[in-house]
């Protein structure tokens, strides 16, 4: 046994003080994901505010993990919440189940159903990992306004899946 | 020695035809449609118009086959669906011709060519005939660029059909159902060319009882009904056989269910009872299991404070059993005509053996001592094998309907009917007072009497109309009889009085789902189980063994009828009642059946959902409807029509398993724990060869026409929709049911000055109702009025009967 070696293991430690740490400072600085990472869902909007979603259930029929529960409604004149017949009434995810493959957004005719890059999906309470509706509407930007209403940027369906965002645009502009 | 050839030559039996479908030999009988020949081989050719119980069409082209007959081939290929098979054809489909291969690829693109793309918006997606037909033999992509032809979107044919025109392939499945199997044609082809589409019928209501049918039958998502749409997918549905519990035909249903809930009803195909046909009725309606006035705890009344509160099962069943115990002997049991048999049997043992009383009846409407002799000595004990069935009905000369309304009371016979008629071979006659919508679309003959008259009628028969008698005379002839006839003292005597004089068989067609196992479980006061009858010692004997019970135990006198108990109730002669699922305004006198709810000391109310007897009644003891529990329906033919439990796990309890329990606190044994066990025990009782009841002999009366001033006979039986609790919370169904109108001649109106106003007012003693009228050809002197349509309830408003007078004066005045 040397005289050093006591000091030896302390050479290890020194070294690492000059390599690139690894730990993160979760969660005081939030880690910024690559940009396509599977991160929680979001029902998308029309530049309006409208749904997208039709309640179709094509996700919930293309998720491996059974995680969605989808339930269609009627939209009427009077309560629309998205263009054309259909809308989704009730929509829930199931994130103790859900398996972050994004098979289900693949599966979504009118591009509703997006991921967005959030990630923060724990909790200690299994009742509220069932994200509803609410909380996976996306947001209301400038210049949309909260479902029920009429459709603001065309007569039938045919023209938010046509000309959406141009029509959106377009009335923006007017606005201004 | 010869050896034969060791080739399988196939014998072509009598009336057959060989052929040869893509190289297999094949014998098929002589007239068989080529697309159903492949179909038994196994080879599916695609197909959208064509279906096996309405006449072959040829409209969509899409089973085209190539065919070659004698050696030539045809010039074009053939649609398999029309042509039909012949002795030398050789016949190739897509799986071996190209030609053909590519002839229905082209169809299938000309059919795509206007159809939109709604699939995630379509109720059919998933189980849609044109999904899977384009994926199998369709081209992977369209060429077709421009602008498909549309329309707006769906518009409503009634209340509860919706028809999207877009989507329709126009293969006329829908308006072939409704002009061949309904007789109601509300949707037609209208315009020609690219134009042609489905429409509502011109100068006709949009409405029928079978509008449900066209909704399964549409090979595409162009017809859907309110109540479901958007409501699921196939995927996420649980499919359950189940059996109607609407009407006494017994109709095979598919339950399709999500979460506990049932979200929709389909036919299913029993080609003995309902083919493949089932009425709006049992297809639509279906959430009175989910009111909110369902009860779902048993509640007990507070002595102090006299209200219902909730209780516990324990706590409910012994106060039950307490009072039941005290009232043992003076107690009558009313079950409502819904119970299945194991639930109909339970109730029968209770009140002989827990409550020791013959006072049991199933008969929650007017009933006689005519029609329980009748049913004791007639239709008790019947079977497919050996009484009157639904193919016996298609297979008779003639047809006899008596006081029975096919189409209102037990539609699927109104089917059946129909079907026989218009293939020429059953003439069809009915007893009845106007030519109704039924009566015409079975092409059949009224022989109009005033109501009550129906059995003075029946015994002129001979002499007035011979063709009827001669008619019935053919072997296989059938006289079909309704609930109605024991509103008219006679009739049933008549009717077996007929039936032996011409040899027809006499079937009785009750209303009620339940109605026909009761007869046979014997909840009636004169009948114990099998048809043994109470007052036969032996009989009695016989059941006492297989029940385990002391000899002479079984109580021997018979017992009193729905009247009777009511009656005897509301003067205090009895006790207690207990009530199964009985609506009092149904029965003949409701003010008397309040009377005696009130009058009586204890009421014990084994119900669904709060009714008219909860107010009265002591407990209350929550049952499952027929969806949450098993069981067997026993249907007019008397087939056995079982069914398993579909929603599982609700903890609701079956009618058998809570008088089970109960009766084990009044210290007696039903072994009825369970529907299996119920079963079980009814079938340990077996067969009995005692003595059989005698047929009634009730002197038939003519029916004598009111002569005062603004009086007339009244006529009525109820309409298939109409305000039956069952049919609650339906509200796309109910706007499908009958204009609620009242019928009389227009020399009647004359007479009674009602011509020139638009309303009638028809009153009793009791009170009056007001209604719109319609001219109808019924004998002078009688007026005619739903039994319990909208604001028209019969019993509850005039407590009047069929046949009997009622003050007639122009609406709105006195
Ligand atoms: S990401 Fe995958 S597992 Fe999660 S809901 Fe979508 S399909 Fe289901
Ligand atoms: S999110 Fe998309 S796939 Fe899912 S139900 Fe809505 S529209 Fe259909
Ligand atoms: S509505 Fe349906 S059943 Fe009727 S013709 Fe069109 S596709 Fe056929
Ligand atoms: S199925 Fe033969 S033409 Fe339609």
Redesign the interface.
Request: proline content about 10%.
């Given at each position: 046994m040397g005289f050093l070696d006591p000091v030896k293991g302390f050479g290890v430690t020194f070294g690492m003080m000059f390599k690139k740490v690894a730990t993160e400072k979760y969660p005081e600085v939030k880690k910024v994901t690559a940009p396509r990472y599977h991160g929680r869902h979001q029902l998308n909007r029309h530049p309006d505010g409208l749904e997208k979603c039709?309640?179709?259930?094509?996700c919930?029929?293309a998720c491996p993990a059974d995680a969605i529960f989808v339930?269609?409604?009627?939209n009427t004149d009077e309560e629309r919440y998205s263009p054309?017949?259909?809308y989704g009434?009730d929509y829930q995810i199931n994130y103790l189940r859900c398996i972050g493959c994004g098979l289900c957004i693949e599966a979504c005719?009118?591009r509703s159903l997006t991921m967005t890059n959030e990630y923060e999906l724990a909790n200690d309470n299994r009742q509220v990992l069932i994200f509803t509706k609410e909380d996976l509407l996306a947001p209301l930007l400038p210049g949309m306004e909260a479902p029920p209403h009429p459709m603001r940027l065309g007569e039938t369906e045919q023209d938010y899946y046509v000309n959406g965002p141009e029509l959106a645009k377009r009335a923006q502009e007017e606005a201004k | 020695m010869t050896v034969a050839p060791e080739k399988n030559e196939l014998v072509v039996p009598e009336g057959h035809v060989k052929l040869v479908i893509d190289g297999i030999e094949v014998v098929a009988p002589k007239g068989e449609l080529l697309i159903r020949t492949a179909e038994r081989m196994g080879i599916t050719i695609p197909r959208f118009c064509d279906h096996p119980l309405l006449d072959p069409a040829g409209a969509c082209r899409q089973c085209l086959v190539e065919v070659e007959m004698g050696g030539r081939p045809m010039p074009k290929p053939q649609a398999s669906c029309t042509i039909t098979v012949a002795d030398g054809m050789v016949v190739k489909t897509q799986v071996t011709s190209p030609v053909a291969d590519k002839a229905q690829q082209g169809v299938m693109e000309l059919l795509l060519i206007n159809h939109p793309l709604d699939c995630?918006?379509c109720d059919k997606?998933?189980e849609c005939p044109l999904q899977n037909q384009a994926l199998a033999h369709g081209r992977t992509d369209s060429r077709f660029v421009d602008r498909k032809r549309t329309f707006a979107?769906?518009i409503p044919i009634s209340t509860q059909v919706l028809l999207d025109r877009e989507r329709c392939v126009l293969c006329q499945r829908c308006t072939r159902f409704s002009a061949q199997i309904a007789g109601d044609p509300f949707i037609e082809l209208l315009e020609r060319g690219a134009q042609q589409q489905i429409g509502i019928a011109e100068e006709k209501p949009f409405q029928s009882y079978f509008s449900g049918n066209t909704i399964q039958i549409c090979p595409v998502g162009a017809l859907t009904s309110a109540a479901y749409?958007?409501?699921?997918?196939p995927?996420?549905l649980v499919s359950t056989p189940g059996v109607c519990e609407h009407c006494s035909s017994g109709c095979a249903e598919r339950t399709d269910w999500r979460r506990g809930k049932v979200m929709r009803k389909l036919a299913a195909n029993d080609p003995e009872v309902n083919e493949e046909w089932i009425c709006d009725k049992g297809r639509f309606a279906f959430r009175y299991t989910g009111a909110a006035d369902r009860v779902l705890r048993p509640m007990v009344r507070d002595k102090a404070t006299g209200e219902l509160k909730q209780a516990s099962w324990t706590e409910a069943l012994q106060v039950a059993a307490e009072a039941l115990t005290k009232a043992r002997g003076s107690a009558g049991v009313l079950t409502g005509g819904r119970l299945t048999l194991e639930d109909a049997y339970a109730y029968s043992k209770f009140a002989r053996v827990a409550l020791g009383t013959n006072d049991i009846d199933f008969r929650a409407r007017p009933h006689s001592r005519e029609e329980q002799e009748f049913l004791a000595s007639t239709v008790v004990g019947t079977t497919p094998e050996t009484g009157v069935t639904f193919t016996g009905i298609e297979a008779a000369p003639t047809v006899l309907c008596v006081a029975f309304e096919p189409e209102e009371e037990a539609p699927i016979v109104f089917l059946r009917l129909r079907k026989a008629a218009r293939k020429g071979r059953t003439k069809v006659f009915h007893i009845g007072q106007w030519t109704s919508p039924a009566v015409e679309k079975t092409f059949g003959t009224l022989l109009a009497t005033p109501p009550g008259g129906e059995a003075a009628a029946v015994d002129a028969l001979s002499s007035h109309a011979p063709d009827v008698t001669e008619g019935l005379g053919k072997p296989g002839s059938v006289i079909l009889v309704g609930e109605r006839a024991a509103q008219v003292p006679g009739l049933f005597s008549a009717l077996l009085r007929l039936s032996e004089q011409t040899g027809a068989r006499i079937a009785w067609i009750p209303r009620r789902a339940g109605e026909r196992g009761a007869v046979e479980v014997g909840a009636l006061p004169t009948l114990l189980p099998g048809g043994r009858l109470v007052a036969d010692a032996a009989a009695r004997a016989e059941v006492e063994q297989a029940w385990g019970l002391e000899p002479g135990s079984l109580p021997d006198v018979p017992g009193r009828d729905t009247n009777g108990i009511i009656e005897a109730a509301a003067n205090g002669e009895l006790r207690a009642l207990v009530v199964g699922g009985v609506d009092p305004y149904d029965l003949p006198d409701p003010q008397l059946a309040l009377k005696a709810l009130r009058t009586a000391d204890f009421v014990l109310s084994l119900e669904l959902r709060h009714s008219a007897v909860t107010e009265f009644a002591d407990v209350v003891l929550p049952i499952a409807p027929s969806v949450e529990k098993a069981g067997t329906f026993l249907n007019w033919e008397g087939r056995r029509r079982e069914f398993g439990t579909t929603l599982d796990g609700t903890g609701a309890l079956p009618d058998c398993r809570v008088l089970d329990t109960l009766a084990v606190e009044m210290d007696a044994d039903l072994f009825t724990q369970t529907p299996t066990a119920a079963a079980g025990d009814l079938a340990r009782l077996g067969t009995t060869s005692t003595a059989r009841a005698a047929a009634p002999t009730v002197e038939s009366r003519q029916q004598s026409l009111p002569q005062s001033d603004g009086q007339a006979l009244l006529a009525t039986w109820r309409q298939l929709l109409d305000n039956g609790s069952l049919q609650e919370e339906e509200p796309h169904l109910a706007g499908t049911a009958r204009r609620v109108v009242a019928r009389l001649s227009e020399h009647t109106a004359e007479v009674l000055g009602v011509d020139k106003a638009e309303t009638v007012r028809v009153s009793t003693d009791r009170g009056s109702v007001t209604v719109p009228f319609e001219y109808a050809d019924l004998p002078d002197g009688v007026v005619w009025l739903p039994g319990n349509s909208g604001d028209v309830r019969v019993r509850r408003e005039l407590g009047a009967l069929h046949g009997s007078p009622v003050n007639v004066h122009p609406g709105g005045t006195e």
């Open positions: 039709v309640g179709c259930e094509l919930a029929w339930e269609g409604g009627n054309g017949e259909r009434a005719p009118t | 995630p918006i997606g998933g979107k769906p749409r958007f409501r699921s997918r995927f996420d």
